[in-house]
């Protein structure tokens, strides 16, 4: 057995290996929402691109600001349950076709 393994105790290799579970637990949460939002983001894009509109029309349509939508669209900012209901029904999507189908592929 080497050193360091020796050194350590039984109660603080159960700590370090729980506190290493919590972190991969939030880093596969992490890489969830990350993969979700870009499917979500470059959803936005090509639907509205497909449709014709601009992000002002859209943005008027859907009652926010162009500035607002355009963070949407590039994934600086995550729109709320509300807007992503109202998105959905614009495009006659569901949510989750929206956030994880690359409906450009599909």
């Known amino acids: 057995m080497c050193t360091i393994a ?8 159960l700590n ?5 579970t919590k972190i991969l ?3 596969v949460c992490l890489l969830f929402k990350i993969r979700t939002m870009l499917y979500l983001a470059d959803n936005m894009r090509y ?10 029309q859209l943005a008027d349509e ?3 600001t162009r500035t607002r ?7 600086m900012a995550e729109p709320p349950i509300a ?14 076709e929206i956030i994880s189908v690359d409906l450009y592929r599909v």
């Open 6 to 13: 020796r050194s350590i105790s039984y109660r603080s290799l």
């Open 16 to 20: 370090f290996i729980q506190s290493y």
């Open 25 to 27: 637990k939030i880093l």
């Open 47 to 56: 639907l509205r691109a497909k449709w014709g509109r601009s992000q002002q």
């Open 62 to 64: 859907l009652g926010i």
């Open 69 to 75: 939508y355009s963070k949407y669209e590039y994934g």
């Open 83 to 96: 807007l992503l209901v109202k998105i959905a029904k614009y495009y006659g999507l569901s949510i989750d």
